[in-house]
């Protein structure tokens, strides 16, 4: 079929005119989403409904110890249909208006489009504080990434999540952060002041059994026999049980964990209280 040039001008002005309508249609203050149910809203269908339910209740229940306020949602989605997911983000954000309708309404949300292979945390202008966008993108490459590249979406967002709540109330209370995997580890030359002190315990005991061994050689006048190559006699015995206790102790003293399950209890959410106040700021990345 021939098309004149009229009629090929007026067809691409129609497509052109239709696809212009779908871009305006699409705006950063409104959620392309449907309204959110919960605090977690699974429209990809990745995460297990059980750790799902525990999750929900466990940002209420964050929200509702914290001061000010802090509201955290996740949504979950196939496509971005081509939309950058920052701004696609910041429409969700600011569309469901998460965080709460007083002045200091610190809030965010991770995002995950599955098929896209791309997340990002929203960071609301009132959370940035306590959990800036370089800290949101650590955590994310700690906790999120290594999990969805094995196709675990469940635990990536469900530890993204905890560490974001242990990260934020840490800022809130004064205490010190929590050491991600990027930071934790300390340099392999250091050494810790017990251990230290264990060493110089041993050194000392060493050189006395080695002195103590010297001397009895000379008493004897058997300095070969006594030096050919029996060790260190009884005092050897002991070595293994010190060095295993050193350790056994180094690995206790650098183990520590936290219990951020949700309680079986339940509460009513009310839905995200009016917030939305995000100037864009977060990080993502893909996997």
């Known amino acids: 079929m021939k098309f004149s040039a009229k009629s090929s001008a007026l067809i691409f002005a129609l497509l052109f005119g239709a696809a212009m309508n779908v871009f305006a249609q699409f705006s950063i203050n409104e959620s392309p989403l449907p309204a959110p149910s919960a605090p977690v809203n699974d429209f990809a269908?990745?995460?297990?409904?059980?750790?799902?339910?525990?999750?929900?209740?466990?940002?209420?229940?964050?929200?509702?110890?914290?001061?000010?306020?802090v509201v955290l949602a996740v949504a979950t989605i196939?496509?971005?249909?081509?939309?950058?997911?920052?701004?696609?983000?910041?429409?969700?954000?600011?569309?469901?208006?998460?965080g709460t309708a007083n002045d200091d309404n610190p809030g965010a949300l991770l995002l995950v489009a599955i098929d896209d292979k791309k997340y990002f945390t929203q960071v609301g202008k009132d959370l940035e504080d306590e959990l800036p966008d370089g800290l949101a993108g650590q955590l994310q490459r700690q906790y999120l990434v290594p999990a969805f590249k094995q196709?675990?979406?469940?635990?990536?967002?469900?530890?993204?999540?905890?560490?974001?709540?242990?990260?934020?109330?840490?800022?809130?209370?004064g205490a010190p952060l929590p050491q991600t995997g990027e930071t934790k580890q300390a340099p392999k030359n250091s050494v810790s002041s017990a251990s230290l002190g264990i060493c110089l315990i041993i050194g000392l005991i060493l050189l006395l059994i080695i002195f103590s061994r010297a001397a009895k050689s000379k008493r004897n006048g058997n300095d070969r026999d006594r030096w050919g190559g029996g060790g260190f006699g009884?005092?050897?015995?002991?070595l293994p049980w010190i060095v295993g206790s050193i350790i056994a102790n180094s690995g206790s003293n650098s183990s520590s964990s936290s219990d951020w399950g949700g309680s079986s209890g339940g509460s009513d959410w009310g839905g995200f209280g009016g917030g939305g106040d995000s100037a864009?700021?977060?990080?993502g990345g893909d996997w």
């Open 45 to 69: 269908n990745v995460i297990d409904d059980a750790v799902e339910r525990e999750l929900n209740q466990k940002i209420i229940e964050f929200k509702a110890r914290t001061n000010p306020q």
């Open 78 to 98: 196939k496509t971005t249909g081509g939309r950058p997911i920052e701004e696609y983000s910041l429409a969700v954000y600011r569309g469901w208006k998460i």
């Open 151 to 173: 196709g675990d979406y469940t635990k990536g967002v469900s530890d993204t999540i905890d560490a974001y709540i242990r990260t934020i109330e840490a800022k809130q209370t």
């Open 234 to 238: 009884g005092g050897g015995g002991a």
């Open 280 to 283: 864009g700021g977060g990080a």
